[in-house]
T-cell receptor, first 115, second 110 residues
Framework: EAGVAQSPRYKIIEKRQSVAFWCNPISGHATLYWYQQILGQGPKLLIQ????????DSQLPKDRFSAERLKGVDSTLKIQPAKLEDSAVYLC?????????????FGPGTRLTVT | GQQLNQSPQSMFIQEGEDVSMNCTSS?????WLWYKQDPGEGPVLLIALYKAGELTSNGRLTAQFGITRKDSFLNISASIPSDVGIYFCAGTLYGNKLVFGAGTILRVKS
């Protein structure tokens, strides 16, 4: 079974530029999560989707971050405009239907550097 | 908000030694989890704990859910080089959102 795929793996941009990350969850997984992991910290949930609907986006900085999951499969996370403090690894995770909340499968992440 | 404190922040041990790390919370949790993250990869779930006082093993790993529900411990016996990585604790109270600690970096001297 293929794991969670993310691209790009690395991205370097200047502050005030825009960037987008893509996630393809494990086939059949209804729930998809985006986490932000700042260097030296644990992952922090940004947004949770159930199929193509948002379940929790309470920690998403909505003035600059947006995410969508059209058709309930792939998802895109966008930052516009980026700030220096957005430098982090952005992890995507997915969870099978009917499994416990914490049984999430993480992708390898996209490392973003904002200069 | 909820905060998790992990200690130690990092450790450098000799291959074959046992390792202990712990995690404390400012509030109670109903579920404690331990993850390992290898460089360039996402976290992988190692052990899940559901009940205060519970002791659960996964191979050379043993984790305990503290009686107060505000702490958890992870032990690794007879460490090997592939144990290197970052170990995260995480907790959830209502099963709707994970709160992660900052991680313990484990380095093993071969």
């Amino acid at each position: 079974e293929a794991g969670v795929a993310q691209s790009p793996r690395y991205k370097i941009i200047e502050k005030r530029q825009s960037v987008a990350f893509w996630c393809n969850p494990i086939s059949g997984h209804a729930t998809l999560y985006w986490y932000q992991q700042i260097l030296g910290q644990g992952p922090k949930l940004l947004i949770q989707f159930q199929n193509n609907g948002v379940v929790d986006d309470s920690q998403l900085p909505k003035d600059r971050f947006s995410a969508e999951r059209l058709k309930g499969v792939d998802s895109t996370l966008k930052i516009q405009p980026a700030k220096l403090e957005d430098s982090a690894v952005y992890l995507c995770a997915s969870r099978p239907r009917g499994r416990s909340f914490y049984e999430q499968y993480f992708g390898p992440g996209t490392r973003l550097t904002v200069t | 908000g909820q905060q998790l404190n992990q200690s130690p922040q990092s450790m450098f041990i000799q291959e074959g030694e046992d390792v202990s790390m712990n995690c404390t919370s400012s509030s109670i949790f109903n579920t404690w989890l331990w993850y390992k993250q290898d460089p360039g990869e996402g976290p992988v779930l190692l052990i899940a704990l559901y009940k205060a006082g519970e002791l659960t093993s996964n191979g050379r790993l043993t984790a305990q859910f503290g009686i107060t529900r505000k702490d958890s411990f992870l032990n690794i016996s007879a460490s090997i080089p592939s144990d290197v990585g970052i170990y995260f604790c995480a907790g959830t109270l209502y099963g709707n959102k994970l709160v992660f600690g900052a991680g313990t970096i484990l380095r093993v001297k071969s």
